[in-house]
């Protein structure tokens, strides 16, 4: 854009201040977004590691042998990895659930 007069300078500064209000939009639209991924990123791997412990700690115990040690990792491994790949059907299921008993 020839700035040649005021109002065209008035004019390119107009411009210029939508196209950064746009970008500014866009910016938060998208940290938010990527934030909202993060969180429920962090619910499934909470959810995944909290289970796989508390099975380990069921099945095994506290084990005195090295193939109890070996066996309780497996069984955290397993279950960590199983509710972490499915954390969005346990908590659509859970979510269901708990409607369906505190119903209004």
Sequence with gaps: ???????????????????????????????????QQMKDTLVNISMGVGTGLVAKKLITGKPDTFLG????????GVVTKSVFGNADTIKAVGTAIWKNIFKK
């Design 69 to 76: 040690r070996i066996a309780g990792d497996v069984v955290q």
């Design 1 to 35: 854009m020839n700035i040649r007069n005021a109002e065209d300078l008035r004019v390119a500064i107009a411009d210029l201040e939508q196209k950064r209000i746009s970008k500014e939009m866009d910016i938060v639209y998208n940290l938010n977004a990527y934030a």
